[in-house]
């Protein structure tokens, strides 16, 4: 049978909570419709851009099924760039994959729209619909009965009622119960505090992120304190392009003891997260001057144009909707290797004082707990 005549089939996931784990019901019923849809030689379409549509993705690359995948592309982009940086992403190469771009121009439309459209274009091109968690009366599932209406096979045997699974980050930091000796030992250092990341950890690949969720049972598989693990185990802080000016790759250090550094641990909902958590990397201040780490330069926009060249990584503005200055930032431009930095200049900081023993044998200097039990 050639592959004209096999069956598209599409897994539909509506929007699910951002910290998902491998044990939630909606991704074990996804699994269960792969291994399907593979076993009846379905070509499964499958897309990027959310998490419900990339966990599809790379389930159906780990069982090597065969793949349509629906690129939101925007105008100048490139698609053979695209192409392979998902390949590289999700492990694609030699994989039985073809490519459907959903071409749209960020001028004129957002990206979500994009995204609608895509999601129209798959569901009236699958030949057979595996509904896993759809929420009733959303986009999927309008898309859904319009499948059914036109004749598609439902596969309902996985489908589960959409009650996506509340796993918030957010956390309640209270200074006032901070340990004075955490005071103490850090007064003379500034702190990379760390957050609970939303998808990959900084280099690495999407397909490494969603192997950890799938496997993992518990545990949001990139909390913080993995976060924390991951970092001294790199022996490197990453540098993140996140929120800076043209996009200068930094480091970020706060100078405020860990008692004023609390009053800025804030939920965002915007961004569904936390400003930074109570886990962190503290440098001491004088090894940090001669490793290259400045104070950041805070000022109106039209200072930076004022500032010499090699200033102008250390710019801050002062902002129109909130003042960065209590933060206190120090920058490092690029990324930090700790393991040229002196063992005794470093300090691990993490929030209650039970998890001190998930670092033992990741890191041989000082571990300081917040919060003592």
């Not at 930090?336 to 041989?364: C, M, T, Y």
Request: contains cysteine; hydrophobic residues 35%; positive net charge.
């Amino acid at each position: 049978m050639g592959s004209s005549s096999r069956r598209n089939a599409v897994i539909l996931n509506s929007r699910q909570n951002l910290r998902p784990v491998g044990s939630d019901a909606w991704i074990q019923n996804s699994l269960n419709a792969v291994r399907d849809a593979v076993k009846n030689r379905y070509i499964l379409l499958t897309s990027i851009g959310s998490l419900p549509w990339e966990i599809i993705l790379y389930l159906a690359s780990v069982y090597s099924a065969e793949q349509k995948i629906y690129l939101p592309l925007g105008k100048g982009q490139n698609r053979e760039l695209t192409q392979a940086h998902y390949s590289q992403q999700f492990n694609l190469r030699d994989k039985p994959i073809s490519w459907t771009f959903v071409d749209y121009d960020p001028s004129a439309e957002s990206r979500n729209t994009a995204y609608l459209r895509r999601d129209e274009m798959i569901t009236a091109n699958a030949d057979v619909v595996y509904p896993v968690s759809v929420r009733p009366d959303g986009n999927l599932d309008n898309h859904l009965q319009s499948a059914r209406d036109r004749g598609a096979e439902i596969m309902a045997h996985w489908k589960i009622p959409y009650l996506p699974v509340s796993r918030p980050c957010r956390l309640e930091i209270e200074p006032a119960i901070i340990a004075p000796e955490a005071e103490r030992l850090l007064g003379d250092h500034i702190i990379h505090w760390t957050r609970t990341p939303g998808s990959a950890w900084p280099g690495e690949t999407l397909f490494s992120y969603y192997r950890a969720i799938a496997q993992s049972k518990e545990y949001y598989a990139r909390n913080t304190l993995s976060t924390l693990i991951r970092i001294l185990g790199e022996r490197k802080l990453r540098a993140s392009r996140r929120h800076y000016r043209q996009s200068v790759p930094a480091v970020a250090f706060s100078g405020l003891s860990p008692v004023r550094a609390a009053t800025l641990m804030k939920w965002r909902a915007r961004y569904r997260e936390m400003s930074f958590e109570p886990y962190g990397l503290a440098l001491r201040k004088e090894v940090a001057e001669k490793r290259g780490v400045r104070r950041v330069l805070y000022g109106n926009p039209e200072m930076y144009n004022y500032l010499d060249e090699n200033d102008k990584p250390y710019f801050q503005s002062l902002g129109t909707i909130g003042n960065w200055q209590p933060e206190q930032e120090f920058r490092h431009i690029g990324d930090l290797r700790l393991d040229r930095l002196p063992i005794d200049s470093l300090a691990v900081i993490v929030w209650k004082e039970h998890e001190k023993s998930a670092l033992q044998g990741v890191f041989d200097g000082r571990i300081i707990s917040l919060y003592q039990e």
